[in-house]
């Protein structure tokens, strides 16, 4: 499910992918941003990556290429029948970091109409503090079944406190993927992350020393009609006391057959600038007897109590393993928020909305 930094622009149809942020309520949360990132490839052809289809090309790493995370992704196209923008995977470990890997299949480049295929990576920020920044390269690709290597195209990025996210970086039209038996197989789809480098600077100053290990594998089994929808109103009558708070917290409720609330820092947490922070959190009993992980996909609204224009962000689908919120550090403005001529606060009265849907 961060995890990273949303844009500062708020839209009806969302900011693209939310935030993981750790349990710490009493400390702040610990959260994954945006970020921007320098790649280079022979993947990546042409002026801002606009490329004709036929020039395509990805490079070849080799059947001694060994990632650090391997990503089987069931169902593809059912994926694409969620309209979810992105698929995020469990957490990953290399070298103390904790990493994700996205994928956006239907990435556009600006000034191009084909979509593409897109992967970055993702770090949490467990041990991010100001002042400290992790310089990353690494490769993103997906596997070739026909030559029986990956393929994909080598990056780089800085990532700190406000960035944990790199570039989107495009590997493939989406319909030449949908069309090859090379790197679609039964409508499966693997695609891989190998960290090569790590250099850190921090107060600190420790050296990072890159630790290889046999590979992570995972498996993101994707069924449209196997999502059950919740939904839950938390309707909130005294939001002028509780926003004098640091954190407060819906009543629980169930969907999906666990137990979740909704989290809100009225002032924003660690990582927002003059907003209100929304998060959804799996109970904490329901973590202990958590068997599986889940996937997600969810929208958290402010409904407009007087003009009827709420405030809806949707997410991607996550894999969500429980230990963390999943939502967005910059929800809204407080200034919007606030706003006497709007209707997200009416008199003391403020309504959020969630629907979720969660793998059966």
């Avoid at 467990?126 to 400290?132: A, C, D, Q, T």
């Avoid at 202990?288 to 996937?295: A, D, F, G, N, P």
């Avoid at 967005?328 to 403020?350: E, H, I, N, T």
Wanted: proline share 3%; with cysteine.
């Amino acid at each position: 499910l961060r995890p990273h930094r949303t844009s500062g622009t708020l839209t009806d149809a969302g900011r693209g992918s939310p935030r993981i942020q750790r349990r710490r309520e009493e400390e702040g949360a610990d959260l994954s941003s945006m970020g921007n990132c320098k790649s280079s490839s022979r993947a990546l052809l042409g002026k801002a990556h606009v490329v004709p289809d036929a020039e395509w090309r990805m490079q070849d790493f080799g059947k001694t290429h060994v990632p650090d995370l391997e990503w089987r992704i069931h169902d593809f196209s059912s994926l694409l029948e969620t309209g979810a923008k992105s698929a995020t995977s469990a957490t990953f470990h290399c070298s103390g970091y904790n990493w994700h890997l996205q994928v956006i299949p239907m990435h556009k480049e600006t000034g191009s109409e084909t979509p593409y295929v897109a992967l970055h990576l993702m770090t949490s920020q467990e041990r991010m503090v100001p002042g400290h920044t992790v310089h990353v390269v690494f490769e993103l690709s997906i596997y070739n079944h026909s030559k029986g290597m990956y393929c994909g195209c080598k990056a780089g990025c800085n990532f700190d406190f406000k960035n944990a996210h790199s570039k989107e970086n495009c590997l493939i039209p989406l319909q030449e993927l949908l069309n090859s038996s090379a790197f679609l197989v039964d409508d499966n789809c693997v695609f891989a992350v190998e960290i090569l480098k790590i250099d850190a600077s921090s107060p600190k100053k420790k050296a990072v020393v890159l630790q290889k290990k046999a590979t992570t594998v995972q498996n993101l089994f994707v069924q449209r009609k196997g999502f059950v929808k919740g939904t839950y109103t938390w309707t909130m009558n005294n939001f002028l006391e509780l926003d004098l708070k640091y954190f407060v917290r819906s009543p629980t409720f169930e969907a999906g057959g666990q137990k979740w609330y909704i989290g809100m820092y009225p002032r924003g947490d660690l990582y927002s600038t003059d907003c209100l922070s929304l998060y959804l959190y799996l109970d904490a009993w329901d973590e202990i007897r958590l068997e599986s992980k889940k996937v997600v996909v969810m929208t958290l609204s402010i409904l407009d109590q007087k003009n009827g224009k709420h405030l809806t962000v949707t997410s991607g689908l996550w894999v969500f393993t429980g230990g963390h919120g999943l939502g967005w550090a910059d929800f809204l403005r407080l200034s919007q928020l606030k706003d006497p001529s709007g209707g997200y606060v009416v008199g003391s009265s403020c309504i959020v909305k969630l629907d979720v849907y969660l793998m059966a």
